[in-house]
């Protein structure tokens, strides 16, 4: 058998293909190497509906991430390395504590570059009986290879298409122009899509499928009707949108005039038209003043405990 950890002596886990030898301590933009690194851990009640239910999604939120988001609100992990280092042991063992503490799934958030210990982990669950799914929570900065990889072992997709211009992604997410951000979204929606199928939800949680998240920003920078009009002419109009209303100014974001406000209540409720007039109906909408109460802060033991469990 072909060990999987192989890949991480030359990586090329998302489209940024650094190249680095992870397994002998050199580390490409991620910062990671050959570690799992986890800053926290619990059920999170954020989620949409089918994911969070009513029990709460095992959220397994993963250290670093190939982006830099200026107004990421996770910024305090996914901008460092920080929590606890954990084998591949040790994270299988989490997915079994998650699921007797009750939640509906095993939600691995910014998993890429623990993509092949996490491929490890879940076939070693999976082996030993685990009977709740995975959901692959990701910026869908993809390579459709490493997701290949997943095939068979991740059971909902939860992708935030974020841009549809090259240049705003290079801006604000710092996504290097020749690595397009949205060429490798939609690349990498089409394989989860191929994998696993529009959303099945029974008894109103979430089985199997694809969920696309769509953060709206102000000042149409994310390019929201071009990405609307994709999903409906690539994927079909009975694919699940969530379109999140939750941008709220953080980190960085006031390097950039159009970035330090919320987003108006017009220009959501156009939006929502949008995707209604596109014939797109499996939508999930938010509230505009839910922004600040979903904000976590990973400094606390418990990042979100004021969070709202409205969504």
Same mark, same amino acid.
């Given at each position: 058998?072909? /060990?999987?950890?192989?890949?991480?002596? +030359?990586?090329?886990?998302?489209? +940024?293909?650094?190249?680095?030898?992870?397994?002998?301590?050199?580390?490409?933009?991620?910062?990671?190497?050959?570690?799992?690194?986890?800053?926290?851990?619990?059920?999170?009640?954020?989620?949409?509906?089918? &994911?969070?239910?009513?029990?709460?999604?095992?959220?397994?939120?993963?250290?670093?991430?190939?982006?830099?988001?200026?107004?990421?609100?996770?910024?305090?992990?996914?901008?460092? +390395?920080?929590?606890?280092?954990?084998?591949?042991?040790?994270?299988?063992?989490?997915?079994?504590?998650?699921?007797?503490?009750?939640?509906?799934?095993?939600?691995?958030?910014?998993?890429?570059?623990?993509?092949?210990? &996490?491929?490890?982990?879940?076939?070693?669950?999976? *082996?030993?009986? &685990?009977?709740?799914?995975?959901?692959?929570?990701?910026?869908?900065?993809?390579?459709?290879?490493?997701?290949?990889?997943?095939?068979?072992?991740?059971?909902?997709?939860?992708?935030?298409?974020?841009?549809?211009?090259?240049?705003?992604?290079?801006?604000?997410?710092?996504?290097?122009?020749?690595?397009? $951000?949205?060429?490798?979204?939609?690349?990498?929606?089409?394989?989860?899509?191929?994998?696993?199928?529009?959303?099945?939800?029974?008894?109103?949680?979430?089985?199997?499928?694809?969920?696309?998240?769509?953060?709206?920003?102000?000042?149409?920078?994310?390019?929201?009707?071009? &990405?609307?009009?994709?999903? *409906?002419?690539?994927?079909?109009?009975?694919?699940?949108?969530?379109?999140?209303?939750?941008?709220?100014?953080?980190?960085?974001?006031?390097?950039?005039?159009?970035?330090? +406000?919320?987003?108006?209540?017009?220009? $959501? /409720?156009?939006?929502?038209?949008?995707?209604?007039?596109?014939?797109?109906?499996?939508?999930?909408?938010?509230?505009? /003043?839910?922004?600040?109460?979903?904000?976590?802060?990973?400094?606390?033991?418990?990042?979100? *405990?004021?969070?709202?469990?409205?969504?």
């Amino acid at each position: 058998m072909i /060990d999987p950890l192989r890949v991480l002596e +030359r990586c090329e886990l998302c489209p +940024r293909r650094c190249r680095v030898n992870r397994l002998k301590g050199e580390r490409g933009y991620c910062g990671v190497g050959d570690e799992i690194l986890i800053a926290h851990y619990g059920p999170h009640y954020g989620e949409e509906p089918p &994911i969070s239910g009513t029990k709460g999604s095992g959220n397994i939120f993963f250290s670093s991430c190939n982006l830099r988001c200026l107004f990421c609100q996770n910024y305090q992990i996914s901008h460092e +390395r920080t929590g606890e280092r954990f084998s591949v042991k040790e994270l299988t063992e989490i997915f079994f504590r998650l699921e007797q503490a009750g939640c509906h799934n095993i939600n691995l958030v910014s998993p890429t570059p623990y993509v092949p210990f &996490i491929a490890l982990a879940v076939s070693e669950a999976k *082996r030993q009986g &685990i009977g709740i799914p995975f959901v692959y929570n990701t910026n869908a900065y993809e390579n459709v290879e490493t997701l290949r990889s997943l095939d068979g072992l991740v059971d909902v997709y939860l992708p935030d298409f974020k841009y549809w211009s090259p240049k705003i992604a290079a801006k604000l997410s710092d996504a290097p122009l020749g690595h397009d $951000y949205p060429d490798c979204a939609r690349l990498s929606i089409i394989e989860m899509h191929q994998q696993v199928g529009s959303l099945a939800i029974q008894d109103g949680l979430a089985t199997k499928g694809l969920l696309i998240r769509h953060l709206v920003l102000p000042g149409g920078l994310a390019g929201s009707e071009k &990405i609307i009009g994709w999903v *409906r002419d690539a994927l079909g109009p009975d694919t699940y949108i969530s379109l999140m209303s939750q941008y709220y100014p953080l980190h960085e974001a006031d390097a950039y005039p159009l970035l330090t +406000r919320k987003v108006r209540q017009d220009e $959501y /409720d156009r939006l929502v038209a949008l995707l209604l007039d596109n014939g797109l109906e499996n939508v999930f909408i938010q509230e505009l /003043d839910s922004a600040p109460l979903l904000v976590p802060d990973f400094q606390r033991p418990e990042p979100f *405990r004021a969070e709202s469990r409205e969504r």
